[in-house]
């Protein structure tokens, strides 16, 4: 994660992957086909949204051995949590080593998860207003568009 060099904190949301497609049933429903589908259109929503609003994105999975992976200049990293570590594990972690410098949110709906991150000063997001957050910033990346068409 990088870091602004000014006075103002980058924003950062930690996404517990699982978490959020089991509460969006349109996910939920592409995940009973296909688990790596799944995890492919959650990230590139994520994605979207990363570009558009300039908050950088970690989507954390549980997953059998650690590893992260970027597209560079994306805004988003995915990372699976190493064998004995949930992305429960893996996000309280970030939370811990990074509060104060970076302004952070949590998108759970583990309410253990939210008060463990909440105890050490990141704003948690239902998965349903991170559903919400894409969705509006969704608009606003289709109305600039529409008006660099439109030349205004």
Known sequence: MSRRTDSCLEQVMLVDGHSVFFAWEDLRAL??????????????????????????VVLVFDGAGSRIEEEPGSGIQVMYSSRGLTADDVIERLVRHYTGRYALSVATRDLAEA?????????????RTLRELLEGEEEVFRARLERQRRGT
Do not use: I, K, W
Not at 115 to 127: K, N
């Open 115 to 127: 008060h463990a991150v909440m105890a050490e000063g990141a704003m948690v997001v239902s998965p």
């Open 31 to 56: 995940h009973r086909r296909s688990g790596l589908a799944a995890r492919s259109e959650l990230a590139r929503r994520l994605r979207r949204y990363a570009d558009s609003s300039g908050v950088h």
